[in-house]
C-alpha cells in the first residue's frame, strides 16, 4: 500500500512558476515509477510527466516540454514537478500516481496508487 500526497497547487499568472510535491509513505519508494496527471474541467485525464524509479528515465507530453521538469528524491520519499512559463490551458487538477510498472505511469488510469490531487489555476 502506497499513499501520496500532493502540495503546491496554488493560483498563479500566465508566466509564472509553480512546484508541486508529492510525498509518499512507503518504505519501498525506491521500487515505484511515479507519475502526473491533470485532469481540467470537461476534459479528460491525461499523463502530463514520469519519472522512473532512479530518475533516469523521464517522460513528458508534449505541451509541457522545455517547461515542466519532474526529478524525485529517494531519500525523501519525494518527486517534484517545476512548472515554469505556465499559461491557462496548464488549469486543472493535478495528481501522482505511482506503479511498479513504468507502462503503467505513463498510461491514464492505470496506476496502482493516487493522490488525492492539488488545484493549478492559471490566470490570463
Known amino acids: 500500500q502506497v499513499q501520496l500526497v500532493e502540495s503546491g497547487g496554488g493560483l498563479v499568472q500566465a508566466g509564472g512558476s509553480l512546484r508541486l510535491s508529492c510525498a509518499a509513505s512507503t518504505r519501498t519508494f525506491s521500487a515505484y515509477a511515479i507519475g502526473w496527471f491533470r485532469q481540467a474541467p470537461g476534459k479528460e485525464r491525461e499523463s502530463v510527466a514520469a519519472i522512473n524509479w532512479n530518475g533516469g528515465r523521464t517522460y513528458y507530453l508534449d505541451s509541457v516540454k522545455g517547461r515542466f521538469t519532474v526529478s524525485r528524491d529517494n531519500a525523501k520519499n519525494a518527486v517534484y514537478l517545476q512548472m515554469n512559463n505556465l499559461n491557462p490551458d496548464d488549469t486543472a487538477v493535478y495528481y501522482c500516481?505511482?506503479?511498479?510498472?513504468?507502462?503503467?505511469?505513463?498510461?491514464?488510469?492505470?496506476?496502482?496508487?493516487w493522490g488525492q490531487g492539488t488545484q493549478v489555476t492559471v490566470s490570463s
Open positions: 500516481a505511482a506503479d511498479p510498472l513504468w507502462s503503467r505511469v505513463i498510461a491514464t488510469s492505470a496506476p496502482a496508487y
